[in-house]
């Protein structure tokens, strides 16, 4: 199981619309997918067609992490499905998260999520979380149960520096405790097409950062947000420009599950000794 977080440090960059986008990649594949909305606001439950308030959330779940019960009712499947009943389910997100938010939390309450998920490992290929813009406990909670961070950016002067703080702070968590987090790369998104602005601004975070920075670069474009307000998703909204947003998608999805690849056959490469080297936990 792939747990990928999606994460900004500067709200307003698209970081719920970039779950959204990869949820759609994944129900289109038929890979059963968890999406785990962190962030207060909800905006990623609302977008997958899930009721605003439901009975069990992710409060619920982060308070009494261990309670498979808890777990279970948490989970509710996404308004998007139809035939394919439980290949895209949802733990809901909801305001009384925001009391998980704190600056600093113990790494008992940090591995919380990490300690519902191992509950349902057995169910799902890929976990998406969708974190709040902000380097506090949920985000930090998020990290910690991953194995993979998204940061996601847009072409401009102030997302750039906020990219490179989630990088170091991803850096800085991973040599904490969290040993198995890497991340993902920068999703560099809302590009206009023409924009010397947004073009140098690519190139700057390219030489900053390397291969880090993903490709494709998503464009901005309007139907993204038509898609995500009748809450349906990309790949099933009609049109050459909604194929080409759904096309950077795919490519996004198959760069995460290419890198569970990767850290597989690394995990699992002879020691110097000639043993075998112990899968990571």
């Known amino acids: 199981m792939l747990v990928l977080s999606i994460s900004s440090l500067k709200g307003g960059v698209g970081k719920t619309s970039v779950t959204l986008g990869l949820a759609s990649a994944a129900y289109n594949r038929g890979i059963p997918t968890l999406v785990v909305d962190m962030d207060p606001q909800a905006d990623s439950s609302t977008g997958l ?19 498979q019960k808890i777990l279970s009712e948490a989970i509710i499947p996404s308004g998007w499905v139809g035939d394919r009943l439980g290949h895209l389910d949802v733990i809901s997100g909801s ?10 939390l113990s790494e008992r309450y940090l591995r919380r999520l990490e300690d519902a998920l191992t509950r349902i ?25 991953s194995n993979r961070v998204a940061v996601v950016t847009e072409p401009s002067l102030f997302s750039v520096a906020a990219a490179d703080r989630a990088l170091r702070a991803t850096d800085e968590l991973r040599q904490r ?55 349906r998703p990309i790949h099933s909204w009609p049109g050459k420009p909604a194929e080409e947003v759904a096309g950077s998608f795919d ?3 198959e760069r995460a599950l290419r890198s569970e690849n990767i850290r597989g056959r ?11 080297q112990p899968e990571k936990k």
């Open 95 to 104: 305001p009384r998260a925001a009391e998980f938010d704190r600056p600093s």
């Open 251 to 253: 490519a996004l999805l």
């Open 49 to 67: 067609d899930v009721p605003t308030s439901t009975r069990v959330d992710i409060a619920d779940v982060l308070a009494a992490p261990k309670s």
């Open 177 to 231: 405790g969290a040993s198995d987090l890497q991340p993902l790369g920068l999703v560099v998104n809302r590009v206009r097409a023409g924009s010397t602005e947004h073009d140098y601004r690519i190139q700057e975070m390219r030489e900053m950062f390397g291969p880090l920075v993903l490709n494709p670069p998503l464009a901005e474009r309007a139907v993204m947000q038509q898609a995500q307000g009748s809450a």
């Open 121 to 145: 490992a057995k169910g799902y290929r890929l976990v998406l979380i969708d974190c709040p813009p902000s380097l506090n406990g949920l985000t930090r909670t998020a990290w910690t149960a």
């Open 266 to 276: 690394r995990d699992a490469a002879p020691a110097k000794n000639g043993t075998q």
